[in-house]
């Protein structure tokens, strides 16, 4: 009976498998797998390095943020962080050149801070200043997927290869949040659910999102399109929806409205602004001819409660691909600077600048490819 | 099967050589350990992305390390870390095959799905033995006790699966060879 059993418990294992085969692209997934794995163990000790007053100021809590009976999500957010080199989604051709300024009010009091970013494809650059406009921090992402981060504050530098290119934008980040939970981490998260078990975005045309914001900025710096994320936020099947569409669709929608003519640095443009009620009040400038926004006033609510409120301001020029733009996309190694690992640079840079520009540390690395 | 080899730097190419050969036989070894196709996939995408972490300066046979990760991580790790799904049936997996007529092949096909219920080492050991084909011995080292724990929850797992097919004969003969009572 042994032998017996055990012939057809071989022969039991033969049949149950006999179908299956392995599916394509095993290493690759295990590559994007590990790289995703790497990008988190930066990010999470980096912000380990961080004071609970840091984290205090980088939670925003966005009250009223209206819930989404539709799609049975609990509560939506938009977070403002970065306006970042998404916009790069509008003209593949041009470079988006973004001058950035954020202010986060706490108590009464405001920190700004500045920032200056390019994009351009697969390669993107930004240069944090401090209030006082003394450059902090410059990150950037080449072609070939090499991300470096130069700390002005430590003097030191680091470079690595295979982290994954934001595909959020540390402009938007998107956390549908379960209930009484209403708190977020700007940039931490990613234009999907923020729970595996918890809501589920459902494809479906004019979602109630609260804010345009995502629409506009692409959260995925090599794609044209949204992220899949994103795409399923917002219910569109196409591939890839360039900015100017997706603000037309925006409108479409009543998620933004037009509110006439407005000259912004020069540039007859049209106002588009979000609804009443929108716990993010944002506005976009575009021109008439392709809609392509030239700035973006976002803003999230005020409240009694001490939430910091965050009000930034991109504005975006659109550059011609010449060899002295693209230069700017490089992040240069200062003279005499020491390189280390990434993760010392980041931990320099959250000692050094604490909870006052905590929201503005180089969190871009969480940011892998789509999952 | 690559050789063991003592190169100083290996490519991906390789890598992917060795999986295009061996991978199907991975993934059988891995649905057999852990009772679904969804987590055999994830189990074997896991065991692959740790090669593939070590793999330039690899020095070993890949295969076998590919095959004792994946008997770690279903015996223990897997579980540990919070990533183990819910233990499917084979009985609600898309794996399972046609039941043929005869009551001998609905046997076998039970004897895998009872090979589910016994605990993970058991089960791993039954899989290295019967599936892999391992020896006592080569299966004590894969998993890294001693043969003699091999031998015992080799048969205490194979006793179990004998009681349990005992249950399962017998109800089969109760209820006939299309799963109704005569």
Redesign the interface.
């Known amino acids: 009976?042994?032998s017996d059993?055990?012939d057809?418990?071989?022969?039991?294992?033969?049949?149950?498998?006999?179908?299956?085969?392995?599916?394509a692209g095993?290493?690759r997934?295990?590559?994007q797998?590990?790289r995703r794995r790497l990008a988190l163990r930066s990010v999470t000790g980096a912000a380990t390095a961080l004071t609970a007053g840091a984290v205090a100021l980088v939670a925003v809590i966005l009250p009223g943020a209206p819930a989404a009976p539709a799609t049975g999500i609990d509560a939506t957010a938009y977070v403002v962080q970065h306006v970042s080199s998404a916009l790069t989604a509008a003209e593949p051709g041009d470079i988006a050149q973004i001058a950035v300024t954020r202010s986060v009010t706490t108590g009464g009091k405001t920190v700004t801070t500045t920032a200056q970013e390019w994009s351009y494809g697969d390669q993107w650059r930004s240069v944090t200043n401090s209030s006082a406009g003394q450059p902090l921090y410059d990150e950037g992402y080449s072609a070939a997927g090499v991300y470096t981060l130069v700390s002005y504050l430590t003097r030191t530098w680091a470079r690595e290869r295979g982290i994954g290119h934001p595909t959020a934008p540390a402009a938007i980040g998107l956390l549908l949040l379960r209930p009484g939970i209403k708190a977020w981490l700007p940039g931490l998260f990613r234009l999907r659910p923020a729970h595996p078990n918890g809501a589920v975005l459902v494809p479906r045309l004019c979602l109630p999102v609260v804010s345009a914001s995502p629409l506009l900025f692409q959260p995925g710096l090599p794609a044209l399109g949204f992220s899949a994320g994103l795409q399923a936020a917002a219910g569109f099947s196409a591939p890839s929806l360039p900015a100017a569409r997706a603000l037309r669709n925006a409108i479409a929608c009543g998620i933004l409205a037009d509110a006439g003519r407005q000259s912004v640095g020069g540039i007859e443009t049209i106002k588009l602004k979000s609804r009443p009620n929108s716990p993010i009040s944002e506005t976009i400038w575009v021109t008439p001819h392709n809609y392509l926004p030239v700035r973006v006033v976002i803003t999230s609510s005020a409240s009694s409660d001490g939430t910091p409120v965050v009000r930034q301001t991109a504005d975006i020029a659109w550059l011609q691909p010449t060899a002295q733009n693209l230069a700017k996309l490089s992040v240069p190694i200062p003279a005499g600077y020491r390189r280390v690992s990434l993760i010392k640079v980041l931990l320099g840079i959250a000692k050094r600048t604490g909870p006052r520009l905590a929201g503005n540390l180089p969190l871009r690395l969480l940011y892998g490819k789509p999952w | 099967m690559p050789a063991n080899r003592s190169s100083a730097d290996r490519s991906?190419a390789e890598?992917?050589r060795f999986?295009t050969e061996r991978?199907?036989h991975?993934?059988?070894t891995a649905?057999?350990l852990t009772g679904s196709?969804e987590t055999?996939?994830d189990l074997?995408?896991?065991a692959?992305?740790r090669?593939?972490?070590r793999w330039r300066r690899f020095d070993g046979n890949p295969e076998a390390y590919l095959r004792r990760t994946l008997c770690n991580l279903a015996t223990d790790g897997y579980r540990r870390a919070g990533r183990w799904r819910q233990k499917e049936r084979?009985l609600r997996t898309g794996?399972?095959?046609a039941h043929d007529a005869t009551g001998?092949?609905d046997?076998?096909?039970?004897?895998?799905r009872l090979?589910l219920q016994l605990p993970a080492r058991q089960r791993a050991v039954?899989?290295l033995r019967?599936?892999e084909q391992l020896t006592d011995s080569e299966t004590a080292a894969l998993l890294g006790c001693a043969e003699g724990s091999v031998k015992s929850a080799g048969s205490r797992g194979?006793a179990r699966?004998?009681e349990l097919?005992e249950d399962w004969t017998d109800t089969a003969a109760l209820c006939g060879p299309n799963g109704k009572r005569s």
């Open positions: 009976m042994n059993l055990e057809m418990l071989r022969e039991g294992m033969e049949r149950f498998t006999a179908d299956l085969r392995a599916p095993l290493i997934h295990a590559a797998r590990r | 991906t890598l992917e999986l991978a199907d991975l993934l059988r649905v057999l196709r055999g996939e074997l995408q896991t692959v992305e090669l593939l972490r084979l794996a399972v095959q001998e092949v046997l076998r096909d039970a004897l895998v090979l039954l899989v019967y599936w194979l699966l004998r097919a």
